[in-house]
T-cell receptor, first 114, second 115 residues
Framework: DTAVSQTPKYLVTQMGNDKSIKCEQN?????MYWYKQDSKKFLKIMFS???????INETVPNRFSPKSPDKAHLNLHINSLELGDSAVYFC?????????????FGPGTRLTVL | GNSVTQMEGPVTLSEEAFLTINCTYT??????LFWYVQYPGEGLQLLLK?????DKGSNKGFEATYRKETTSFHLEKGSVQVSDSAVYFC??????????????FGKGTKLTVNP
């Protein structure tokens, strides 16, 4: 059983399109995250949800909109895709919102914007 | 600032060599510190952590000691294996004034171990 799963694994699309990435965790965790990893492997947090409530919203363009329908799911919708959005997007989860809590990462979604 | 600085990679070693990956942090207090590892094609996974000064985290033969005097958390392993080839990320916990907490990652160090 995969603890944190993401779909799709690869996403290739044209500039200007709208796309979504889905994430599910079966660990019973309260907190979920979205991270962006650029081509140089630099990893930065984008959003965090705790019990379906947004608790971290970094300086991310408002073209990015996370949605958490329940504690086990956190989806990421991106409007009007730009070339600079090309990256690997990781979902993660942890038992609670404290940074000391171990985060479990999904396998990533590689987004390529042409 | 509240940042993490890791040694630049890539690092290439032969099997059974000694590994050190340097990591230093800046902080106003004593944040929890972590090493995460990313194997090829996978997401990150926690390797080890230390939550207070002088703590030593260890796992799978890797060790790191939280040294507040030098604000460092260097990763070491006495004898690396080909299977240790991965990207290693140092990270620190960061608490905002609003009470939320997050991890701040270093830029990652790619390790390649040759047989």
């Amino acid at each position: 059983d995969t603890a944190v799963s993401q779909t799709p694994k690869y996403l290739v699309t044209q500039m200007g399109n709208d796309k979504s990435i889905k994430c599910e965790q079966n660990l019973g965790h309260d907190t979920m995250y979205w991270y962006k990893q650029d081509s140089k492997k630099f990893l930065k947090i984008m959003f965090s949800y705790n019990n379906k409530e947004l608790i971290i919203n970094e300086t991310v363009p408002n073209r990015f909109s996370p949605k958490s329908p329940d504690k086990a799911h956190l989806n990421l919708h991106i409007n009007s895709l730009e070339l600079g959005d090309s990256a690997v997007y990781f979902c993660a989860s942890s038992q609670d919102w404290r940074a000391t809590d171990t985060q479990y990462f999904g396998p990533g979604t590689r987004l390529t914007v042409l | 600032g509240n940042s993490v600085t890791q040694m630049e990679g890539p690092v290439t070693l032969s099997e059974e060599a000694f590994l050190t990956i340097n990591c230093t942090y800046t902080a106003t207090g004593y944040p929890s510190l972590f090493w995460y590892v990313q194997y090829p094609g996978e997401g990150l996974q926690l390797l080890l952590k230390a939550t207070k000064a002088d703590d030593k985290g260890s796992n799978k033969g890797f060790e790191a000691t939280y040294r507040k005097e030098t604000t460092s958390f260097h990763l070491e392993k006495g004898s690396v294996q080909v299977s240790d080839s991965a990207v290693y990320f140092c990270a620190r916990a960061f608490s905002s004034q609003g009470g939320s907490e997050k991890l701040v990652f270093g830029k990652g160090t790619k390790l390649t171990v040759n047989p």
